[in-house]
């Protein structure tokens, strides 16, 4: 008998990372693969080197991850989950260190600037890095002491670093939201709590086209949770929208409100249909 081929799930970032925490909780089946950049993920998928993309896209405290929204388009692949993931900042050093030896933390900016309190009450040094799980590999490298980084409790297991501190993000709420993609969508399901349905659409250059886009979604009763603009093709007249609503594009509410948008838009193309995560409403 053949054996059962290894299905994978592609995350940005090194092991460790936030993202490789996210494939763990909600794809715990799936063997987790690291990829340097969101369009190495995006590659991964397409090329089937992995099954499915674990995509971080904003976070409680730190906002929406840059340059996201602008790659989903262009992507190829299609939104078929969401996951909420805890992000607790741990601060680790060699084995062997105490929290008052180290002098200097490194990790990405967005979680330098999560734990800002923690950073200034110890009098420590930053050092901005590349990647968080990166940052704890380097501090493993160097052994030093004075050295800390700023990463997930899965990161401090791999390169095998003592944590010295747990929990120090500012926000005990602190969150980051991912969206899971997929090469093949899914509109098969019907979630316990509700849909959502991902899309993007650019307007039409005529008066007051986004106040008359959105009216269908108030008119038909539609929730919208998101709206988000960014420039495309670098030019400030060319803005793009991308939008989340509750609801499947099948409920008829929701083909009134889309037949409605696409009088006021040049382009609309759905992005995603999944159900709502439980952790969406704690």
Same mark, same amino acid.
């Given at each position: 008998?053949?054996?059962?081929e ?9 092991? /460790?990372?936030?993202g ?7 794809? =715990?089946?799936?063997e ?7 369009? %190495? ?5 397409? +090329?089937?080197a992995a ?5 971080? #896209? %904003?976070n409680t ?7 996201v ?5 262009e ?9 909420? #993931? ?6 680790m050093?060699?084995?062997?260190a105490?929290l ?5 933390v490194?990790?990405?900016?967005? &979680? ?12 420590? %040094?930053t ?17 030093? =002491?004075?050295? /800390? ?23 005990d ?12 969508? +899914?509109?098969s399901?019907? /979630?316990?709590l ?9 307007v ?10 959105m ?16 420039m ?6 060319a803005?793009?929208?991308y ?7 099948? +409920?008829?509410?929701?083909? &009134? ?14 992005? /995603? ?8 409403? #704690?």
């Open positions: 008998m053949a054996a059962t290894t299905r994978r799930i592609a995350f940005q970032g090194d092991p /460790g990372a936030y490789h925490q996210a494939c763990a909780e909600a794809r =715990p089946d799936l987790a693969l690291p990829c340097a950049t969101f369009e %190495e993920v995006f590659a991964a998928v397409r +090329d089937g099954d499915l993309g674990m995509i971080a #896209v %904003e405290t730190y906002g929406r991850v840059a340059d929204h602008q790659l989903l388009p992507s190829g692949l299609h939104v078929v989950d969401e996951a909420f #993931v805890r992000v607790r900042i741990n601060l050093a060699p084995r062997g105490s008052a030896d180290v002098r200097r490194r990790a990405m900016g967005i &979680l330098l600037g999560q734990a800002r309190g923690f950073i200034h009450d110890h009098g420590l %040094e050092l901005n890095w590349s990647d968080n799980a990166a940052a704890a590999r380097e501090v493993a490298r160097l052994n030093d =002491p004075t050295e /800390g980084a700023l990463a997930s409790e899965i990161a401090a297991r791999i390169y095998g670093l003592d944590i010295l501190a747990r929990d120090i993000e500012d926000n709420s602190n969150t980051t939201r991912f969206l899971i993609m997929a090469r093949d969508a +899914d509109l399901r019907r /979630g316990d509700g849909m959502i349905t991902s899309f993007v659409f650019r039409r250059n005529i008066p007051a086209a986004l106040y008359k886009a009216g269908g979604f108030a008119t038909n009763g539609v929730n919208m949770t998101k709206l988000e603009s960014y495309v093709g670098g030019a400030f007249t803005t793009q929208f939008a989340e609503v509750e609801g499947h594009p099948n +409920d008829r509410n929701l083909q &009134l409100a889309f037949a409605e948008l696409g009088y006021f838009t040049d382009s609309l193309k759905v992005m /995603g249909v999944y159900p709502q995560a439980r952790k969406r409403h #704690v």
